[in-house]
Structures are given as C-alpha cells and as structure tokens.
C-alpha cells in the first residue's frame, strides 16, 4: 500500500513533509488561508519565538543529567550512596522519559503543546532546586524524578514542533535544536566540577542550571496563552479534522525506530553517567575527567548540526549507521586498552560515533508524513527505547562494582551497538510510518 513517492523519498528533510505537515497549504491558490488550520501561534513572530523558546529548551535537555554525572562521586559521598544506587541514580533518566514520554501524545491532544512545555520547564526548575537542598537520598531520587519528567515531555515534543511549525526547513531547525541541545549539555559538564568548587560544595554545581530552566519557561507563557486564544476561536474543518491514529507499535519501522533509539541511548547515558569516572580511575583529576567528559559532547556540536543535512540529503541511510558504528568500536576498544594517555583521540572518536543520537532525531521526522505520525513515532521510539536505555547506566554501575574495572561495562556496549547497527541497517530504507499502519 506504499504509494509510488514513498520509495522515491525526498533527498532533503526539508523536503519530506511538505504536502503533508498540518500547518502546511495543500491547494495552491492566492488565499491558501482559506484551507489551512488555524495555527497556534502567529507564522511570523510567533513562529520565531517558537524557535527561540525550542532551543531554550533544547540547552536543557541534558544539563540536569550531565552535571551529575561529573559530580556523581561527589554526590555519592554527600548523600551515602552505595554502587548500585549511583547506578540507579544514573539510570534514573532513562526510567523517567520512558514513563512520561509515553503519555505526551495524550496529554497534547488535551492540551496546546505551548501550555504542555510551561509545566514541563516549571516541573525541570523545581526538581532542580529541591533536589539540592536536601540531604535524604530518597529525596533526592523524587525530586531529581520531577526535574526529569519535565526533560522527558520536552523530547517528545520537540520533533513534533519542527514539523508543525518549521516544515519546509526541518532537517535546519533539527540541527539548530539539537546544536543548543549538545551545548547545554558540553556546558554542564564542563563546568559542574569548577562551580561546585568555587562555592565548596556539589549543591552549587548541580543547582545553578535551575535557572536556565526558568529562562526556558518565558517564551511559551505568551505561546501557551495564544494558542489558548487560537483553540476558543477555531471553527473545525476538514483540515483540522480528526486524524487517523497512527499506531507505531504494529509495525516494523516503529520497533526498528525505537530498538535503533534504546540502543544509541544506553550508550548515550552509561557514557554520560560513567565516563568521568572511567578517566578518574585512569588517573585524571576530577576537572581534567569531567572536561574530556565535556570534549564528548563540545565535539558533538557540529557534528549535531551536519547530522541532519547529511541525513536528509542520502537515499539511503546506510552509509552513516555503518560509519558511526566504526567510529563509536574503535573509541570503546582504545577506552579499554589504553584510557589515559591517547584519551582526547577516544573523545573524539566518541563524540563521532554519538552522532546517531541527532541521526535518530532526524529520521523521526523523515520517517512521518504529518505532525499527528511525528508526535506517535517520536513517543512511541522514545518512550520504548528509553525502557531498553534504562539497562545501560544500570548494568555499567553494576558490572563496575562487581568486576572492579571496565572491560566488562566496555564489552557490555560493544554488544549493545551491534544492536543498534542491525536496527540501523533496518531503519536505512526511506519510508514512511503512515504507510505500515
């Protein structure tokens, strides 16, 4: 049932939605307002504020996760947390977006996304600050579990504002959200370490990024308030009648999508979670470990922002889920035969073999013809593949504390990216998830 322009995909991202996003006009003609939705924004300085406010929250994606893990020592220390419940903590993340991600489709059908993304950055900046001024372990797990419940309702929604709001320029605004994503996160892991240190004590270093979480929470009150507007006014149409539901989980792209985004995740968060620790145990001071944790992500920012161009420009995919998996082999043997010396080239090599994270990102939205099929494939991979992520940190903190070393957390992710590379190869193929449903 896959129409003839399905194996004939567009060869840029800007490309593969443009007959079919919601917010975009079917019918030619000098008044294309007359058949389009009722946008929830204004197209000019709305859609520029909702840029504005995605990569204000994309900066925050990963800062509360990633500061933690540089301080995670310092933390286990200042709360008495065993191994295995560092590990949990770390793991903690993957849990939290598996949960919450799964219910953000539903709670956008009730809900404008602009009012969604208020209470998730609202959510974000309370868990922060709460988390640090507590000296209860159990505290701690719940109000980190709050600030991440925010960051989880968050990725879900932001490919489907790409392709609601920007999708003529999808694979540009792709890469921009997830540039502002990897800087938040090279950023916090940078600089937890040194501002823990200037004010003597880990609560700074991990509640300073409380208030990027409150910057990110300005532009969509006036956004969560005009698409309240919109809603009252709004007359339905044919247009904004009610899709069919797309159901990912029925088909093999979808399980492919979220196997390929579990696995590049696991790795993601283990390496998040453990690598300051891996280059300390190698010898590294903690600002010398926690800056070459930084390297990861700080080198990732380019390759975040040609990710998407690249991907949108292939037939095929092929060529870079091989290439990454090359990339991200050769930088997890050299961390477990030779970790301290020729480090900054495993940094590298990492941060290149990472970029199937902004891969993944993007071939959500070249995989989906409508806004409604964006938001139900990037829940359901997301949601589903953080369930498969939640093991990486996990079994990594447990396979530390048991071996006493990292061979085996090492082996552990060579075999979780071979999973990745035969989902991948899978995922390759240019189609869509509304042709499999």
Same mark, same amino acid.
């Given at each position: ?88 903590? @770390? ?51 719940? @109000? ?9 309702? +968050? ?9 609601? /709001?920007?999708? /003529?320029?999808?694979?540009?605004? @792709? ?6 994503? @990897? ?13 823990? /240190? ?15 979480? +409150? ?93 998407? +161009? ?32 020729? +480090? ?94």
């Amino acid at each position: 049932m896959t129409p003839p322009a399905a194996s004939a995909e567009a060869p840029a991202a800007e490309r593969a939605t443009v007959t079919d996003a919601p917010t975009t006009d079917v019918t030619p003609g000098p008044a294309p307002e007359a058949v389009a939705p009722p946008r929830l924004v204004g197209p000019a300085r709305g859609g520029a504020l909702v840029l504005v406010g995605m990569l204000l929250v994309a900066l925050n994606l990963r800062a509360a996760v990633t500061s933690l893990g540089a301080l995670l020592d310092e933390v286990r220390a200042g709360l008495g947390l065993s191994g295995t419940m560092a590990g949990f903590v @770390t793991t903690l993340p993957t849990i939290a977006f598996a949960g919450l991600g799964a219910l953000t489709p539903w709670l956008v059908r009730r809900w404008p996304a602009a009012r969604v993304l208020v209470l998730a950055m609202l959510a974000l900046t309370v868990g922060q600050v709460l988390r640090v001024v507590t000296d209860s372990a159990a505290v701690f797990v719940l @109000t980190s579990a709050l600030a991440l419940a925010g960051i989880a309702v +968050a990725n879900i929604l932001l490919p489907m504002l790409v392709k609601q /709001h920007f999708p /003529h320029r999808t694979g540009l605004v @792709t890469g921009a959200y997830t540039m502002a994503l @990897t800087t938040g996160t090279t950023v916090a892991a940078a600089s937890a370490v040194p501002v823990a /240190h200037a004010f003597g004590s880990w609560r700074a270093g991990l509640g300073v990024w409380a208030g990027m979480a +409150a910057l990110a929470v300005l532009p969509w009150v006036p956004l969560a308030l005009r698409a309240r507007a919109a809603r009252r006014t709004a007359t339905p149409t044919v247009a904004t009648a009610t899709p069919t539901r797309v159901r990912p989980a029925r088909t093999r792209l979808g399980w492919a999508m979220a196997t390929y985004f579990g696995a590049q995740s696991l790795s993601g968060y283990a390496i998040m979670g453990w690598l300051a620790q891996l280059f300390r145990d190698a010898g590294y001071s903690p600002e010398n470990a926690g800056l070459l944790l930084a390297g990861v992500t700080a080198l990732g920012v380019p390759v975040a922002l040609v990710m998407p +161009a690249l991907a949108g420009r292939l037939r095929t995919l092929r060529p870079l889920v091989l290439a990454l998996t090359v990339f991200s082999t050769a930088s997890y043997l050299g961390l477990a035969v030779a970790p301290y010396g020729p +480090a900054p080239l495993w940094v590298l090599l990492l941060a290149l073999g990472q970029g199937a994270f902004p891969l993944i990102l993007t071939t959500i939205g070249l995989r989906a013809r409508t806004a409604e099929g964006t938001v139900a494939l990037s829940a359901f991979a997301q949601s589903t593949g953080y369930v498969i992520a939640a093991l990486g940190p996990l079994l990594v903190g447990i396979l530390y504390e048991a071996t006493g070393g990292w061979t085996a957390p090492i082996g552990f992710l060579l075999v979780a990216l071979a999973v990745q590379t035969t989902a991948g190869l899978v995922i390759a193929r240019p189609r869509h998830i509304e042709d499999e449903c």
